[in-house]
């Protein structure tokens, strides 16, 4: 028998790569990835992603929600499906910021949700030992892109030079900063990574005509 997976995430996905291309974090960094995997399998799995359960979920995985779920009703709307699936599914909060501890409509959802919720699957051990109280499977997935925290150290070039790495929904952030403080980035490098639309928005939005634009290397 095939067994269905659907990822309970905000919006309506068609394909792998609109998760790919989310501006949501935790839908690239978490859904995406892990549903290229499950695709691998074969067809002992087919999987759905998005705000509807189908009925033949038989695995459901719970993403972040977003700070607008109440503005939009998508609180209850997860909740009213939560509370209408089969008895057979299996619920699973991907758990990927410490929301139960705080006040806050994500956190409001989150705290209703868990009498729904068999497995949590962390991002790092510090948020597994965070949700240890809640007396639930709990499972530890690092995110991809986390690292070792490591002291910094003072480098020194000429010109200095400045690296920013984000998603082109932080970069007027950028933009607003370097036109802010034009004369300081007369004498400076600045290396950007950013994904195509990133790097287009910061090249036409920068004021400063005497700053030249080389975008060889690839964005992600």
Same mark, same amino acid.
């Given at each position: =028998?095939?067994?269905?997976?659907?990822?309970?995430?905000?919006?309506?996905?068609?394909?792998? &790569?609109?998760?790919?291309?989310?501006?949501?974090? &935790?839908?690239? =960094?978490?859904?995406?990835?892990?549903?290229?995997?499950?695709?691998?399998?074969?067809? @002992?799995?087919?999987?759905?992603?998005?705000?509807?359960?189908?009925?033949?979920?038989?695995?459901?995985?719970?993403?972040?929600?977003?700070? %607008?779920?109440?503005?939009?009703?998508?609180?209850?709307?997860?909740?009213?499906?939560? $509370? *209408?699936?089969? @008895? &057979?599914?299996?619920? !699973?909060?991907?758990?990927?910021?410490?929301?139960? $501890?705080? #006040?806050?409509? =994500?956190? +409001?959802?989150?705290?209703?949700?868990?009498?729904?919720? *068999?497995?949590? /699957?962390? &991002?790092?051990?510090?948020? !597994?030992? *965070?949700?240890?109280?809640?007396?639930? #499977?709990?499972?530890?997935? %690092?995110?991809?892109? $986390?690292? #070792?925290?490591?002291?910094?150290?003072?480098?020194?070039?000429?010109?200095?030079? /400045?690296?920013?790495?984000? +998603?082109?929904?932080?970069?007027?952030?950028?933009?607003?900063?370097?036109?802010?403080?034009?004369?300081?980035?007369?004498?400076? #490098?600045?290396?950007?990574?950013?994904?195509?639309?990133?790097?287009?928005?910061?090249?036409?939005?920068?004021?400063?005509?005497?700053?030249?634009? %080389?975008?060889?290397? @690839?964005?992600?």
């Amino acid at each position: =028998m095939t067994a269905h997976l659907h990822w309970l995430i905000p919006g309506k996905y068609n394909s792998i &790569s609109d998760l790919e291309n989310s501006n949501l974090a &935790s839908v690239r =960094m978490r859904a995406a990835i892990a549903v290229h995997s499950i695709l691998g399998i074969g067809n @002992k799995v087919t999987v759905t992603f998005g705000d509807i359960i189908p009925q033949q979920t038989s695995l459901l995985i719970i993403g972040k929600i977003g700070g %607008d779920c109440s503005q939009v009703g998508r609180d209850l709307l997860w909740l009213q499906q939560l $509370e *209408k699936l089969n @008895k &057979s599914c299996v619920i !699973a909060l991907d758990y990927t910021d410490n929301h139960l $501890e705080f #006040e806050t409509v =994500m956190g +409001h959802f989150y705290r209703k949700a868990l009498r729904f919720i *068999k497995i949590i /699957i962390t &991002s790092s051990d510090y948020l !597994a030992l *965070k949700v240890h109280s809640t007396n639930k #499977e709990i499972y530890t997935i %690092d995110d991809p892109i $986390e690292i #070792e925290i490591t002291t910094a150290r003072p480098h020194c070039s000429t010109p200095p030079r /400045i690296l920013w790495f984000g +998603h082109s929904t932080n970069a007027v952030y950028l933009v607003d900063f370097i036109n802010d403080n034009l004369c300081e980035f007369e004498n400076l #490098e600045m290396d950007i990574l950013s994904n195509e639309p990133g790097l287009t928005l910061i090249s036409k939005s920068v004021r400063n005509p005497d700053l030249s634009w %080389d975008f060889q290397t @690839k964005s992600f």
